[in-house]
């Protein structure tokens, strides 16, 4: 699996948006991206993942650049409940489904 | 309805003694897991179970033994308990365990203190 590199910290003003980049410059053709969160004392969450094409759920937006070496974590409306570390992972859609987290991104929302 | 739930929430006990923790998921999943997150945070698969047969075992120390009864347990028995066991041990199941199966629900966590 590709080995990905987050910033340690970010801020965010609530209610703005969130930002959160990934850099995964070794990914290969069918490696996708997912992103999870893990939110205090509480178990990771699924938040979304994406091949090529740039995702959009209930709860966030996935940008992958073209070149697929990078990709950006959107919460569009970021509010006190989405202070949490978010984990970008990179893994292939083949073997076993193993998730191997980073060190992930603590993201701090501020009112 | 808990989807994925562990037991017991804190588990506090001496070096030496064997002690289990239990996890039950009632969305129907067919692969659970077990991960650890140690004092630096790092969250670490150690097995995966599809179907009740064991899929991965991440180099996890022998005194770890996983046992699942049926698809909807899978539980964590730990042997001669040793200080750098403690750690918070996420369980956590999926749909199956190819990728496409590609989101899993995790547990609240045990956090698990050896003295």
């Known amino acids: 699996d590709a080995k990905t590199t987050q910033p340690p910290s970010m801020d965010c003003a609530e209610g703005r948006a969130a930002n959160l980049p990934c850099n995964h410059s070794?990914?290969?053709?069918?490696?996708?991206v997912y992103w999870y969160r893990q939110i205090h004392s509480q178990g990771p969450q699924y938040i979304i993942h994406?091949?090529?094409n740039n995702e959009t759920n209930e709860m966030a937006s996935l940008i992958i650049t073209e070149d697929r070496k990078s990709s950006t974590l959107i919460l569009p409306h970021a509010t006190l409940r989405d202070t949490a570390v978010y984990y970008c992972?990179?893994?292939?859609?083949?073997?076993?489904?193993?998730?191997?987290f980073g060190t992930g991104t603590r993201l701090t929302v501020i009112p | 309805d808990t989807a994925v739930s562990q037991t017991p929430k804190y588990l506090v006990t001496q070096m030496g003694n064997d002690k289990s923790i239990k996890c039950e998921q009632n969305?129907?999943?067919?692969?659970m897991y077990w991960y650890k997150q140690d004092s630096k945070k790092f969250l670490k698969i150690m097995f995966s179970?599809?179907?009740?047969?064991?899929?991965i075992n991440e180099t996890v120390p022998n005194r770890f033994s996983p046992k699942s009864p049926d698809k909807a347990h899978l539980n964590l028995h730990i042997n001669s308990l040793e200080l750098g066991d403690s750690a918070v041990y996420f369980c956590?199941?999926?749909?199956?365990?190819?990728?496409?199966?590609?989101?899993?629900?995790f547990g609240p966590g045990t956090r698990l203190t050896v003295t």
């Open positions: 992972i990179v893994r292939a859609q083949t073997g076993a489904n193993n998730l191997f």
């Open positions: 070794t990914i290969s053709g069918n490696e996708y």
């Open positions: 969305l129907g999943h067919d692969t």
């Open positions: 994406g091949l090529k």
């Open positions: 179970y599809n179907n009740k047969e064991l899929i």
């Open positions: 956590a199941s999926s749909q199956g365990y190819s990728l496409k199966d590609y989101e899993q629900y």
